[in-house]
C-alpha cells in the first residue's frame, strides 16, 4: 500500500462550517490510522469570494479541533498572500504551494498540454453568446447547456477565451470505485464541455483539484457527495494525463433534525459559533466524528479521544445515508466532557465566558464551587449566569418563584425574619451549619424543606437554579448573606 496523504481544501470565504470541519476530520483520522500526512490545501482560485483573515481563522479553527496540520501554507505563501499574522504555525512542505492563486503557471501547463493533446480546446463565445444559446435552448425545450460551437474552430490563444474540455459523446465506460458507495457508472455523461481555465488565467475546481491531488500525491480524497455528478471531467483529466486516481470516498450531507441540510437556520453552523456558545472543542470533536461514522456494529461506544478516534477510524465505518446533527444530543455530550475536567481545567476553560471583569471579582469563590458548577452545566456559557450572586450585588431576585406549593409572602418573611438573629449568632459558618438551622427552622413551622430552602436561596442567590444552597451560602459569607436576607425581606413584603 503506498503512502497515505490526506488533504483538506477548503475555500478560504468565511469561518469553517460544520460539514465542512467533518470532512477535515475525517481526512485527519484517515491519515492518522495509517500513520500517514494531513495536508492543509487553500483553494481560492475565485479571488472575488475571498474573505482577509479566512485563512487564519481554518488554520486556528483546527488547531482548536486539535487537528494537526502537517503539510500547509508556508509563512512565505501567507506573506504573499497578505494573510501573515504573527503566531502563525509553521506548516510548508516539499509539494508546494499550498495555496492555489500561487499555483497558476502550474494550472495554465497542465491545460495547455491538453489542448496541444486535443483533450481540450480554446473558447471564445462571450457571456452574451452563451446567454443567447441558452434562452435559443430553453425556448426548443432543449436541456440548456454549451454546444460546442468552438470545437473544431482554432481558436487563436492571443483572443480572449477559456479552455474547455472534450466531453465524449454516447455511452461512457467511466467507472468510480467509491469507498463510500461502491461501483458508481454513468451510461451517458449529461455534462457539456466544461470549462477548466477561465479568461483571467485561473483553473476551475475541476482542473486544479486534479492537478493538486496528483502533484500533492493525495492517495486518498474525502469529500461531500456533491461532487458525485462532476466526477466524470476529473476521471476524464486523470485519464487523459495518464494520472492515477486517488482513492475517492463521498459522504453524504450534514442533515438538522429537520432533515433539511444544516444552515444558519438550525442555529449555529460554523464551529467558531459553536465555541462562543460554550462548546468544548473536544466534545464538537468527538460529536461530529460520530455523524455519518460508526465505529462498528453493535458498538455502544459514545465518547472518544482524538486518539481513540484515529485509532479506530476506518473508511468503511462510513455511511452513504446522511448523518443528522443533533446539538441535544451534542449538549449532553458537552455536559460530560464538562464533567470530565478536573476543577482547575473547568475554571481555565470557563474565565473568558464571564462579563468583563466579573471573573477577577470573584475567583476564589467561584473556584470553591466549581465542582458544584461543573455538574449542573452543559455549556460553559451557563456557568456565569448560574453564579451571578458571587459577583454582583444589583442582582433582582425572582420572588414570584418561590411563592409555590403553599408559600406566601407572609410566611416567607416569617422565615427569613426568624432566620436573621440565628444566622447573626452562628459562629461556624459551614455548610453543614447552616442546612442544620435551616432545616430545624423549616420543621419549626412544619413546611417541607423544598419549600421553605427555595425562600432562602431566592433571598440570598436570587434564582431557582443555582449551584447548591448552603455550599453557595457559605462561599458568600455571613455579611453578605445576612444583608441578601434583610433585602429579602423588603422583597417579600413588596418594597422593592
Known sequence: MKPVRTRFAPSPTGMLHIGSARTALFAYLLARHFEGRFVLRIEDTDQARRVPGAIRQIIESLSQFGIEIDEGPSHDELRQLGEYWEGAPVLGGTKGPYTQSLRAARYREVAEQLVAMGVAYRCECTAEMLERERNEQMARREVPGYSGYCRDRNVCADVPHVIRIRIPAGKSDLVLSDAVRGRITWDDLPLRDTVIMKSDGMPTYHLAVVVDDHDME???????????????????????????????????????????????????????????????????????????????????????????????????????????????????????????????????????????????????????????????????????????????????????????????????????????????????????????????????????????????????????????????????????????????????????
Open 218 to 496: 493525495i492517495s486518498h480524497v474525502i469529500r461531500g457527495e456533491e461532487w458525485i455528478p462532476t466526477t466524470p471531467v476529473h476521471l476524464l483529466l486523470y485519464r487523459a494525463l495518464g494520472w492515477e486516481p486517488p482513492i475517492f470516498a463521498h459522504v453524504a450531507q450534514v442533515l438538522g433534525t429537520d432533515g433539511k441540510k444544516l444552515s444558519k437556520r438550525h442555529g449555529a453552523a460554523a464551529i467558531e459559533q459553536f465555541f462562543e456558545a460554550g462548546y468544548l472543542p473536544e466534545a464538537l470533536l468527538n460529536y461530529v466524528s460520530l455523524v455519518g461514522w460508526s465505529p462498528g456494529e453493535g458498538d455502544a461506544q459514545e465518547i472518544f479521544s482524538l486518539e481513540e478516534l484515529a485509532q479506530r477510524f476506518t473508511l468503511e465505518g462510513l455511511s452513504a445515508s446522511a448523518g443528522v446533527f443533533d446539538e441535544q444530543k451534542l449538549a449532553w455530550m458537552n455536559g460530560v466532557y464538562l464533567r470530565n475536567l478536573t476543577d482547575e481545567e473547568f475554571v481555565t476553560r470557563v474565565q473568558s465566558y464571564f462579563p468583563e471583569g466579573a471573573f477577577a471579582r470573584c475567583a476564589e469563590e467561584f473556584r470553591q464551587l466549581a465542582g458544584l458548577v461543573k455538574e449542573r452545566i452543559k455549556l460553559l456559557t451557563e456557568a456565569p449566569e448560574m453564579v451571578e450572586f458571587l459577583y454582583r450585588d444589583d442582582i433582582v431576585p425572582e420572588y414570584a418563584s418561590a411563592l409555590k406549593k403553599g408559600m406566601t409572602p407572609e410566611i416567607a418573611v416569617t422565615l427569613i425574619n426568624e432566620a436573621i438573629p440565628a444566622l447573626e449568632a452562628v459562629t461556624e459558618w459551614s455548610h453543614d451549619s447552616l442546612e442544620s438551622l435551616f432545616r430545624t427552622l423549616a420543621e419549626s413551622h412544619q413546611l417541607k424543606v423544598g419549600p421553605a430552602f427555595t425562600v432562602f436561596r431566592i433571598a440570598v442567590l436570587g434564582k431557582a437554579v443555582t449551584p447548591p444552597l448552603f455550599e453557595s451560602m457559605a462561599v458568600l459569607g455571613k455579611e453578605r448573606v445576612l444583608e441578601r436576607l434583610r433585602q429579602g425581606v423588603r422583597g417579600f413584603r413588596g418594597e422593592g
